[in-house]
Structures are given as C-alpha cells and as structure tokens.
C-alpha cells in the first residue's frame, strides 16, 4: 500500500488507477449488500422457517445496535491517522470480518425455536457491523481521492456501474448456483451456505484491491493538525453533523429511496415465484435491473454537468415510480421479455440514486465551509445506518405484509393473496419513493451554482493556509 499525499488544487487530474480501484473495492462491497437485501428475506421465510415476528424481532434489534455502531465507526475513522490515511486500513482489516459473517448468516443452524432465532440474529448484528467497517471506510474514501465536485461525480458513477456489473452477475447466477449447490428444484441450506462461502471470498479479494491502490489526499489544514496533533472534539463533530441542515434533508432522502428499492428488490421473489408462477424467472428478470442501473451510470456524469445533479435525481426517479405504478397494472402471467424489459427500465432509470452519493459529498464541503468541520467518515455512517435502517423496517415490515395477505410458504396461493403482494411489490414501493423526494425538492438547496460558492471559499481558505 502507498501513503498518502497531500492534494488540495480544485483543477487537480482524476487519478484513473485511484478511480478504477474504487470502483473494484465498492463492487465488492455491494456483492455482500446484494445477498443480505435480495435474499435474506426468503432464505429466513422458506429455508430457516423464521416466523414474520421473528424476523421483525431481529431486524429492530440489530438497527438499535446500528444507532450506536454506525456513529461510531464514523468517528472512529475520522480519527484514523496512519501513514495510508483515514479509510484505506479499514478497507484491508474489514473484509474478513464481513465474509466470515456473512457465511454465518447464510447458514441453516441445526436448531429450533428460540435458539435458532437468537443465534440467526447473532450472525445477521455481526454481518451488519461488519459491513459498517467497510462500507463506512468506502464511501467515506471517495471523498478523499479527489476535491474536484465534477472528478468525485464520475467516479461515483464508475463505483455505481462497478457495482451494478457485480450484481447483473449475481443476479443471474446466484440463484441458479443455490439450486445447483442444493441439488434440487427448490433451494435448500446447503446450496444458500456454499454460494455465499464463493461470493465472501470475491468480496475480500475485490474489496483489498481499492487498499491497494487508492492515494487518499489531505487538506492542508489536516496536516497542520497533524503536525500539532490536533483533535476535533466529539461534542464538535457531532454539533456539525446535527446543524448541517442540507446534510439532513440529503440522508432522509437517502432513507426513504433506500427502502423502497430495498423493500421491490427483498419482495420481488415472491412476485415471480408466486405471481408469475416461475422460479425460473428470478434469474433473468433480477438481472435485467442492475444491468440497466449500469448502462444508465454510463452517462450520469455528462447528464449531472448538463443538467444538475437535483434535478436530473428528481426526473428520473419520478419516471421510475410511474414505471412501477405501470408493472402493478400489467397482467400476472405477462411474458418473460415484458418483465425483463419493466426490470430494465427501472434499474435504468434508478442509476440516479447514485446523485445521493454526491449529494452527501457536497454536504461534506457545506459543512466544511459554514461549520469548519470535515468529518467524512461521520456523514457516510450517518448514510449507512439509513441504509441499513431501511433495509431493516422494509424486513420487518415485509414479513408483516406477507402474513397480512395471507401468505403461505410453499405453498399455492389466493387471488387476494397474489393481488397482496403485487402491491407490497410495485405500489408500496412507488408511494414511499415519492415520498422520499419531497426533502429534496423543498429543502435540498446545494446546486452546482452554489457548489461554485462553497468550492470556492474551500479554496481560498486552503490558499491562506
């Protein structure tokens, strides 16, 4: 691993090998987020044979425990000081943690009742803090590779476009790899336990490679602190995050859009197993959308520049609502082309969420400016502990939404059931994206115009420096 540098000039090059590296350690990352949010929730109903208060019961503990951990992992590498800087050495302890866990969670215990439950909630708070450790330590890096607003929005979108080849991937053979494991028509534990020992180990090779090879860079006032071994205090960070009012209206944002995608990707099994009748639609419908997500990163830097990053999130992802609200009218038994093309669309359409990303890195610098702290790690936990929030309540409350349509694992389902989780899939997702674009319209107040601003007191100050 190479030390870090100090960089700081605005007109500064991309750093491609920095970039591509990103790219390869985010995609690892979201190849373990990837299985925990499409499929957690199915192998606890239908292999574990977790009750729905169960899994509500596991999903509320591990978030009150996030409430703290996710804090305080942002603080804790915001106060990292080594010779490779903030959140590179995060990058190479985390991902063995991440996969060991994830192969725990990933495992049918031989154990029943009570038992079974405390020890699936065990390794499902592990998985989760672990993944903290380095998704907190990836999204705080972009941050630091880079002070242009522009060069930190195509690499975003090249880690997005990584990190949707990674799960188009996954997305078709995953589940074609549980049934081959499994051997068998159905999924059983052993063919989920060996698929997620191969994918764990991916994660940690992909996920070191950004270790390796990302140079974080630093403000000079960082170096003077260092020098002087200086400390921001806690109570000052902590004031800096809570006044930073544009920092707010960006993560709720990032709350609301986050469970609803998360709550279409966890149900959406259910909808082509049950619904349009096949398992084996799973795999070619689940990867039509991550692939569209890819193509649609492609322009997203070109599209951002021309026409703002808040506007073009909000267009886009009113379009993607009403695509949904389009797929609930569509006939149960539509062809595998029209599912897979509505799945295309969508992830096409929803590569704008990677503006929220931005989003948090313009907050960043706003706070920088107005507060005069900088505490990057801080801001990405207080993403991530949304993130996981969000799939957290979408867990809890799907399984709570499939019972109350009379859901039956197994097992061949009502009319009024299948209409049940249409809606849970398409409608309940839609209504809580709008929702979650109205503190981006009405509070949301960083455009580029003002990110002129704020980027260039940033630089005059630094000049002084």
């Not at 009742?113 to 405390?118: E, M, Q, R, S």
């Not at 972009?142 to 690499?155: A, D, F, G, W």
């Not at 704008?352 to 990057?376: H, I, L, N, Q």
Request: glycine fraction near 8%; charged fraction near 15%; aromatic fraction near 10%.
């Amino acid at each position: 691993m190479e030390a870090t540098q100090t960089t700081y000039i605005q007109e500064e090059k991309l750093n491609k090998a920095s970039a591509i590296a990103y790219t390869i350690g985010g995609a690892g990352a979201g190849a373990s987020f990837f299985m925990i949010n499409n499929y957690l929730m199915l192998f606890y109903t239908d292999v574990v044979g977790l009750s729905a208060a169960a899994i509500s019961l596991i999903m509320l503990v591990a978030r009150i425990w996030d409430a703290v951990n996710d804090p305080m992992m942002g603080v804790i590498a915001d106060r990292t000081r080594t010779r490779f800087g903030k959140f590179r050495p995060w990058l190479m302890i985390g991902p063995p943690f991440l996969a060991l866990f994830n192969i725990l969670t990933f495992t049918a215990w031989p154990l029943h009742g009570t038992a079974k439950a405390v020890v699936c909630a065990i390794c499902y708070i592990g998985a989760g803090m672990a993944y903290t450790v380095v998704q907190v330590a990836v999204n705080g890096l972009v941050n630091r590779l880079t002070n242009n607003p522009q060069h930190k929005m195509t690499i975003i979108a090249m880690s997005q476009i990584g990190n949707q080849i990674i799960s188009t991937i996954l997305s078709g053979v995953m589940m074609t790899a549980v049934l081959y494991f499994s051997k068998d028509n159905v999924a059983n534990g052993t063919g989920y336990f060996k698929t997620t020992v191969i994918i764990s180990v991916i994660t940690c090779a992909l996920v070191w490679v950004a270790a390796w090879k990302c140079k974080e860079i630093k403000t000079p006032e960082e170096e003077r602190m260092e020098e002087n071994h200086e400390k921001i205090p806690l109570s000052k960070s902590l004031k800096g995050l809570v006044k930073n009012d544009q920092l707010m209206y960006a993560i709720i944002s990032v709350f609301m859009a986050s469970m609803g995608a998360i709550a279409r990707a966890s149900m959406l099994s259910y909808y082509l197993i049950y619904v349009a009748g096949s398992y084996t639609l799973i795999a070619p419908v689940m990867a039509m959308q991550p692939l569209g997500q890819m193509i649609g990163n492609i322009p997203l830097p070109w599209l951002t520049k021309k026409l703002g990053k808040k506007r073009w999130f909000l267009i886009s992802n009113y379009a993607q609502i009403g695509v949904m609200v389009l797929w609930f009218f569509m006939p149960a038994h539509s062809s595998a082309a029209v599912l897979m093309g509505l799945s295309f669309v969508i992830g096409l359409l929803g590569a704008a969420t990677s503006c929220t990303y931005a989003f948090v890195c313009d907050c960043v610098e706003y706070g920088d400016m107005k507060y005069g702290v900088r505490d990057d790690g801080l801001a990405f936990s207080a993403m991530s502990f949304m993130v996981k929030l969000a799939s957290a309540i979408t867990g809890s409350a799907g399984a709570l939404l499939l019972t109350a349509v009379g859901y039956v694992a197994n097992a061949e389902q009502s009319a009024s059931t299948l209409t049940g989780i249409n809606v849970i899939v398409n409608i309940v997702p839609a209504v809580i994206m709008a929702v979650g674009l109205l503190p981006v319209v009405f509070g949301y107040k960083l455009t580029d115009k003002k990110m002129e601003e704020v980027n260039r007191v940033l630089k005059e100050r630094r000049s002084r420096s």
